[in-house]
């Protein structure tokens, strides 16, 4: 089976080092941008991930101002969207699923290895649909 690639954003290049590790053991293409704007200009320059993971609270743009672009601009069609995030309000929550997102995994109570579970399960269960 082909590896399913993914693309991380967070402002945190600890966590972007660890998931990457996570995830490129267990048969994934990982591509990180440690902000919006990279990962902007990633996706731009023809990058469609199967899955993007992004951070809600990051400087500058917002991860949710990210997903509002993307989304306008029809640049990720195909892309299962997770919020990997510490915002757990209901508000935050609120906005995302306005943004269509797949799936949503609060960082703080979450260990790497529930994570990579997580978005498989996600993944899995929204290629079902």
Do not use: C, H, W
Request: no cysteine; charged share 30%; aromatic share 6%.
């Amino acid at each position: 089976m082909k590896p399913l690639s993914i693309l991380f954003v967070d402002d945190d290049k600890f966590l972007l080092d660890m998931y990457t590790l996570k995830f490129s053991k267990n048969n994934f293409t990982v591509n990180t941008a440690q902000n919006p704007d990279e990962a902007l200009k990633i996706i731009r320059e023809g990058v469609e991930p199967d899955i993007l993971l992004l951070d809600i609270v990051m400087p500058g743009m917002s991860g949710l101002d990210l997903l509002g672009i993307l989304r306008k601009e029809n640049l990720i069609k195909k892309t299962v969207v997770i919020m990997l995030t510490n915002q757990g309000l209901p508000d935050d929550v609120a906005k995302s699923k306005k943004l269509n997102v797949d799936g949503y995994i609060i960082k703080a109570t979450t260990i790497p290895s529930e994570v990579l579970t997580e978005v498989k399960k996600i993944y899995d269960n929204t290629k079902k649909v």
